[in-house]
């Protein structure tokens, strides 16, 4: 990389750092609990809308990882959600009803939360629907990785989205609030993403999935990025680009081994298809807020009117995270 | 009284931890004799001796250096703690070094008894150099014969500098008389003797003057000096401790549990601060004896060679969001041996099925298809949930290849080709050590010829599919070509159909070889050879398929033929 696109990465990042600050002002705050936040405590940091079915399953799972606060941005949410979040001891919330799209889907809320109260700390971008799995994730706390890829002097921690989805209908069973989704969403397939690199950012570009196979049969090319870097040991120069799929400073995007060995990586399951989904689609798509005009949820709500089962006989049923590395999803790298 | 064995141990940070496992020692009868880090803060530190202030008779905390990793530090302070061992515990027979992360793994008595039955013996890790495979990052002989003043992690860019400028000019600097440099783990056991004469070497401020400007002194220095002065060594640690393939120590948690009491080591390092379950089970004062059997870490060695493994060789044939290995890096494009068949479908009406019966494989039909991927059974989707969309499919043709083969690890896959398909995997597949590819050249005529279509349209269709196919086979034969490759014109096949297949099919794996006993229906070729000349009236001239004659028949007479072809 030329001492010019070095040089015009810094400014971008620059960019999205200063229009992080100024979209600070869209943000209202409702609970702010970040006194709290110890030095070493790990935080998550999520945007939302209309999740209140998903959230306290989201709390619970990454209270039982051992995150020690919740930075939330709740995007005009009229379910209830956000007042059960504003009566949590460990969450802070903030709440807008400025547009996701503007705000480049939320990122620059995001970006602004980081910078003011991440820095120094490993965060976590996940969205309610996502649950974060990475090695030993049964044995060993989130504190376990951290700290281990702090020994390494690893700064960034890879984990691709991974859809899941039930066997039948998405909306044969119901999802009940505090429920594990995956008690029904607990399909997922096993082996068919394309993978390309990102010469400007450095970054993959991985699409597949049930997505891909069934929306986007057509346009492949189309179909949704499922590469994310959602752990980070976050400093204040630092920010997202567009979701967590990219980063800069570009470093950051090097969570893949170039020379044959395999990097540690986790995966977010994406539990987004579930009974809530018909309905979110419908509204996604009457707000036009999301990545490309909604081309995504127009392709799913088209799905899923026509048939929404997106099992297939080679659907693999999940079982834990060593089935995921054996797969070769992810991987536990040199951790042993 | 103190027992006969002294531990010294340096400490840096998890105070909590360490003040279990001095407490865990000195219960066992063991001394022990802190080194804090400089480093620490003066709160912290004496909050930590007040909390072990009950057991001043056993307890000392010794003058404190700064330790910084790869740094003389940590020799200094290794120093300052035996020195002050040896002179107020003049019972002790055995110095142990250890660190705050370490933890014993077997009662401290079995430990002491190890030792006693094994008095004037020094076990420290001590090889020569030129005999050492783990030095990460170079550096082996270098960094007894440079200076290295400025410090790795602090002052990268100097410390690299100043390499380089000695290496330019040569600044060597001799090793003291009578040393012969040897290194290896930094975690010893020596006896009282030993470390009295390095320490009261009368050359020891030329020695210690000298190890100052060495690099990761606490990895050289001991085990230097310990070839000097010791009676008996045994050249292995006691301390159980793993590192990677860039020098860190492996760290264990509690799922370590089983390995770590399998392993009958007497102390590992590094343990995890929270590994409660560790702490909890090896610090058990009611922990039971081993049966004083040899330490023997083999199982759990195999663990982090693994890792190391996996990190830096990965699994071959596998891409995925932390593994995309640079072109030639792959370690193997493939992950497992598949078979490519071309022409041979449009040879023989039934070639998939008679292939799956008489090898058992999974035979596909053409997966690069125009139209679409046609899987076994042309069912829609297949392993790993791979979709029949073409799109899909050209969208990444490698991603698609290299998933199949990863999917189905186990099973040998077959798949049939030609130039009605999309050609843009030919390279791949011409390159790669795993792909068996059998052609028979200019089979692609015979759909053409069975079509009976349009004559003029079959005649260009013929002129472009020739095209292609020449091509493909250029790839094929080309240098670059890694693949097990067998090349038939089509009227040297049809001579003897039955030798060749039997020649493809003892490739494949199984435990005895097959025998070719029924051969699949090859189509009526009747007319074919007047196809041919009819394409040559009109001007264009197939040659891939060889010669033919109008009559149908293969020309059998004519001398001298062109021995098959093959490339490996």
């Given at each position: 990389?030329?001492?010019?696109?070095?040089?015009?990465?810094?400014?971008?990042?620059?960019?999205?750092?200063?229009?992080?600050?100024?979209?600070?002002?869209?943000?209202?705050?409702?609970?702010?609990?970040?006194?709290?936040?110890?030095?070493?405590?790990?935080?998550?940091?999520?945007?939302?809308?209309?999740?209140?079915?998903?959230?306290?399953?989201?709390?619970?799972?990454?209270?039982?990882?051992?995150?020690?606060?919740?930075?939330?941005?709740?995007?005009?949410?009229?379910?209830?959600?956000?007042?059960?979040?504003?009566?949590?001891?460990?969450?802070?919330?903030?709440?807008?009803?400025?547009?996701?799209?503007?705000?480049?889907?939320?990122?620059?809320?995001?970006?602004?939360?980081?910078?003011?109260?991440?820095?120094?700390?490993?965060?976590?971008?996940?969205?309610?629907?996502?649950?974060?799995?990475?090695?030993?994730?049964?044995?060993?706390?989130?504190?376990?990785?951290?700290?281990?890829?702090?020994?390494?002097?690893?700064?960034?921690?890879?984990?691709?989205?991974?859809?899941?989805?039930?066997?039948?209908?998405?909306?044969?069973?119901?999802?009940?609030?505090?429920?594990?989704?995956?008690?029904?969403?607990?399909?997922?397939?096993?082996?068919?993403?394309?993978?390309?690199?990102?010469?400007?950012?450095?970054?993959?570009?991985?699409?597949?999935?049930?997505?891909?196979?069934?929306?986007?049969?057509?346009?492949?090319?189309?179909?949704?990025?499922?590469?994310?870097?959602?752990?980070?040991?976050?400093?204040?120069?630092?920010?997202?680009?567009?979701?967590?799929?990219?980063?800069?400073?570009?470093?950051?995007?090097?969570?893949?081994?170039?020379?044959?060995?395999?990097?540690?990586?986790?995966?977010?399951?994406?539990?987004?298809?579930?009974?809530?989904?018909?309905?979110?689609?419908?509204?996604?798509?009457?707000?036009?807020?999301?990545?490309?005009?909604?081309?995504?949820?127009?392709?799913?709500?088209?799905?899923?009117?026509?048939?929404?089962?997106?099992?297939?006989?080679?659907?693999?049923?999940?079982?834990?995270?060593?089935?995921?590395?054996?797969?070769?999803?992810?991987?536990?790298?040199?951790?042993? | 009284m103190s027992g006969p064995v002294g531990i010294v141990i340096l400490i840096h940070t998890?105070f909590?931890?360490a003040e279990?496992v001095i407490r865990h020692w000195v219960?066992g009868g063991c001394p022990v004799v802190v080194h804090v880090d400089a480093k620490v803060?003066?709160?912290?530190y004496?909050?930590f001796v007040?909390?072990l202030?009950?057991l001043t008779g056993s307890v000392l905390f010794c003058k404190r250096h700064r330790c910084e990793w790869g740094t003389w530090g940590i020799v200094a302070a290794s120093q300052a703690g035996a020195e002050m061992m040896l002179e107020r515990f003049p019972g002790v027979q055995h110095v142990y070094l250890a660190s705050g992360s370490c933890l014993p793994?077997?009662?401290v008595r079995?430990l002491v008894d190890y030792l006693a039955e094994r008095p004037g013996v020094d076990f420290i890790e001590s090889a020569t150099t030129?005999d050492v495979?783990w030095v990460?990052?170079?550096l082996a002989e270098e960094r007894f014969v440079l200076r290295f003043p400025?410090s790795w992690?602090?002052?990268?860019?100097?410390?690299?500098?100043?390499?380089?400028?000695?290496?330019?000019?040569?600044?060597?600097r001799e090793i003291p008389e009578g040393l012969t440099p040897h290194m290896g783990s930094q975690w010893w056991c020596l006896t009282r003797e030993t470390m009295t004469r390095i320490l009261k070497d009368p050359a020891r401020a030329r020695y210690d003057a000298y190890f100052r400007l060495v690099w990761i002194p606490d990895e050289s220095y001991f085990q230097t000096l310990a070839r000097l002065y010791a009676r008996n060594i045994e050249s292995r640690s006691l301390t159980l401790s793993?590192f990677?393939?860039?020098?860190?120590p492996?760290?264990?948690?509690?799922?370590?549990?089983?390995?770590?009491?399998?392993?009958?080591c007497f102390v590992a390092r590094k343990?995890?601060?929270?590994?409660?379950?560790?702490?909890?089970?090896?610090?058990?004062?009611?922990?039971?004896?081993?049966?004083?059997?040899?330490p023997?870490?083999?199982?759990?060695?195999?663990?982090?060679?693994?890792?190391?493994?996996?990190?830096?060789?990965?699994?071959?044939?596998?891409?995925?969001?932390?593994?995309?290995?640079?072109?030639?890096?792959?370690?193997?494009?493939?992950?497992?041996?598949?078979?490519?068949?071309?022409?041979?479908?449009?040879?023989?009406?039934?070639?998939?099925?008679?292939?799956?019966?008489?090898?058992?494989?999974?035979?596909?039909?053409?997966?690069?298809?125009?139209?679409?991927?046609?899987?076994?059974?042309?069912?829609?989707?297949?392993?790993?949930?791979?979709?029949?969309?073409?799109?899909?499919?050209?969208?990444?043709?490698?991603?698609?290849?290299?998933?199949?083969?990863?999917?189905?690890?186990?099973?040998?896959?077959?798949?049939?080709?030609?130039?009605?398909?999309?050609?843009?995997?030919?390279?791949?597949?011409?390159?790669?050590?795993?792909?068996?590819?059998?052609?028979?050249?200019?089979?692609?005529?015979?759909?053409?010829?069975?079509?009976?279509?349009?004559?003029?349209?079959?005649?260009?269709?013929?002129?472009?599919?020739?095209?292609?196919?020449?091509?493909?086979?250029?790839?094929?034969?080309?240098?670059?070509?890694?693949?097990?490759?067998?090349?038939?014109?089509?009227?040297?096949?049809?001579?003897?159909?039955?030798?060749?297949?039997?020649?493809?099919?003892?490739?494949?794996?199984?435990?005895?070889?097959?025998?070719?006993?029924?051969?699949?229906?090859?189509?009526?070729?009747?007319?074919?050879?007047?196809?041919?000349?009819?394409?040559?009236?009109?001007?264009?001239?197939?040659?891939?398929?060889?010669?033919?004659?109008?009559?149908?028949?293969?020309?059998?007479?004519?001398?001298?033929?062109?021995?098959?072809?093959?490339?490996?």
């Amino acid at each position: 990389m030329g001492v010019w696109q070095s040089y015009r990465l810094r400014l971008e990042r620059k960019r999205w750092r200063i229009r992080a600050f100024r979209k600070r002002r869209n943000l209202v705050r409702v609970a702010n609990r970040t006194d709290r936040i110890r030095e070493d405590d790990i935080l998550v940091f999520s945007t939302f809308r209309n999740e209140a079915m998903r959230l306290p399953y989201f709390l619970k799972y990454y209270r039982d990882m051992g995150v020690g606060h919740f930075l939330m941005v709740d995007n005009d949410s009229d379910d209830g959600g956000a007042a059960f979040l504003a009566d949590q001891p460990d969450v802070s919330l903030w709440s807008t009803t400025a547009s996701y799209k503007r705000a480049r889907f939320g990122v620059d809320w995001l970006n602004w939360l980081q910078l003011k109260y991440g820095h120094n700390h490993w965060t976590l971008v996940v969205d309610p629907d996502e649950l974060f799995v990475y090695p030993f994730c049964d044995t060993r706390p989130l504190r376990a990785l951290t700290d281990w890829l702090e020994a390494s002097s690893i700064k960034s921690f890879s984990a691709m989205l991974l859809d899941m989805y039930p066997k039948g209908g998405i909306n044969d069973v119901a999802y009940r609030p505090g429920q594990d989704p995956l008690e029904i969403a607990n399909w997922f397939d096993a082996g068919n993403y394309s993978i390309y690199r990102n010469p400007k950012y450095g970054n993959l570009w991985i699409q597949g999935g049930p997505r891909m196979r069934v929306f986007f049969a057509d346009e492949p090319w189309r179909a949704p990025a499922l590469n994310k870097i959602p752990l980070v040991k976050w400093n204040r120069d630092y920010a997202y680009h567009s979701s967590t799929h990219t980063l800069l400073p570009r470093g950051l995007n090097l969570v893949y081994d170039e020379w044959g060995g395999e990097k540690a990586s986790g995966v977010l399951l994406h539990t987004k298809f579930l009974s809530t989904f018909a309905a979110k689609a419908q509204e996604e798509l009457d707000r036009k807020q999301h990545y490309a005009a909604g081309r995504e949820y127009r392709a799913y709500a088209e799905g899923v009117t026509q048939n929404p089962d997106l099992w297939c006989k080679w659907s693999e049923k999940y079982i834990n995270w060593r089935q995921l590395e054996i797969l070769g999803l992810m991987s536990k790298g040199n951790w042993a | 009284m103190s027992g006969p064995v002294g531990i010294v141990i340096l400490i840096h940070t998890a105070f909590d931890r360490a003040e279990q496992v001095i407490r865990h020692w000195v219960a066992g009868g063991c001394p022990v004799v802190v080194h804090v880090d400089a480093k620490v803060r003066p709160q912290t530190y004496d909050r930590f001796v007040h909390g072990l202030s009950d057991l001043t008779g056993s307890v000392l905390f010794c003058k404190r250096h700064r330790c910084e990793w790869g740094t003389w530090g940590i020799v200094a302070a290794s120093q300052a703690g035996a020195e002050m061992m040896l002179e107020r515990f003049p019972g002790v027979q055995h110095v142990y070094l250890a660190s705050g992360s370490c933890l014993p793994l077997r009662p401290v008595r079995e430990l002491v008894d190890y030792l006693a039955e094994r008095p004037g013996v020094d076990f420290i890790e001590s090889a020569t150099t030129a005999d050492v495979p783990w030095v990460a990052g170079g550096l082996a002989e270098e960094r007894f014969v440079l200076r290295f003043p400025f410090s790795w992690k602090r002052q990268r860019f100097l410390f690299d500098r100043w390499v380089e400028i000695q290496r330019r000019f040569g600044l060597h600097r001799e090793i003291p008389e009578g040393l012969t440099p040897h290194m290896g783990s930094q975690w010893w056991c020596l006896t009282r003797e030993t470390m009295t004469r390095i320490l009261k070497d009368p050359a020891r401020a030329r020695y210690d003057a000298y190890f100052r400007l060495v690099w990761i002194p606490d990895e050289s220095y001991f085990q230097t000096l310990a070839r000097l002065y010791a009676r008996n060594i045994e050249s292995r640690s006691l301390t159980l401790s793993k590192f990677d393939f860039q020098g860190k120590p492996h760290i264990f948690y509690d799922d370590h549990l089983q390995p770590l009491r399998r392993s009958d080591c007497f102390v590992a390092r590094k343990i995890w601060p929270h590994a409660d379950r560790l702490y909890e089970a090896f610090l058990d004062p009611s922990e039971q004896a081993m049966k004083g059997a040899e330490p023997n870490p083999g199982k759990i060695d195999r663990i982090f060679a693994k890792a190391v493994e996996r990190r830096t060789r990965g699994r071959p044939g596998l891409y995925m969001q932390s593994r995309l290995p640079n072109e030639g890096w792959e370690n193997g494009f493939t992950s497992a041996p598949y078979s490519v068949f071309e022409g041979f479908s449009d040879l023989f009406e039934d070639f998939e099925p008679w292939l799956a019966r008489t090898t058992g494989a999974r035979v596909h039909g053409h997966l690069f298809a125009t139209h679409g991927v046609e899987f076994e059974g042309r069912q829609d989707s297949f392993a790993g949930a791979l979709s029949a969309s073409a799109a899909i499919r050209d969208y990444n043709s490698r991603r698609f290849l290299t998933s199949l083969i990863w999917m189905t690890r186990g099973e040998r896959q077959c798949f049939q080709f030609g130039p009605f398909d999309q050609q843009i995997i030919t390279w791949d597949l011409a390159k790669d050590p795993n792909a068996q590819i059998s052609v028979i050249s200019g089979a692609w005529a015979v759909p053409l010829f069975l079509s009976g279509g349009d004559f003029a349209e079959l005649r260009t269709e013929a002129a472009r599919l020739q095209k292609i196919e020449s091509e493909h086979l250029k790839a094929l034969r080309s240098p670059y070509a890694k693949a097990r490759i067998r090349i038939w014109t089509m009227a040297e096949f049809i001579e003897s159909p039955l030798e060749a297949l039997q020649t493809v099919i003892e490739e494949f794996p199984g435990s005895t070889p097959r025998r070719v006993t029924e051969t699949p229906r090859m189509v009526d070729l009747t007319g074919f050879g007047q196809f041919l000349q009819n394409l040559k009236n009109e001007g264009m001239h197939p040659y891939l398929m060889g010669d033919f004659h109008a009559g149908g028949a293969p020309r059998r007479d004519e001398p001298p033929r062109r021995k098959r072809y093959l490339v490996r």
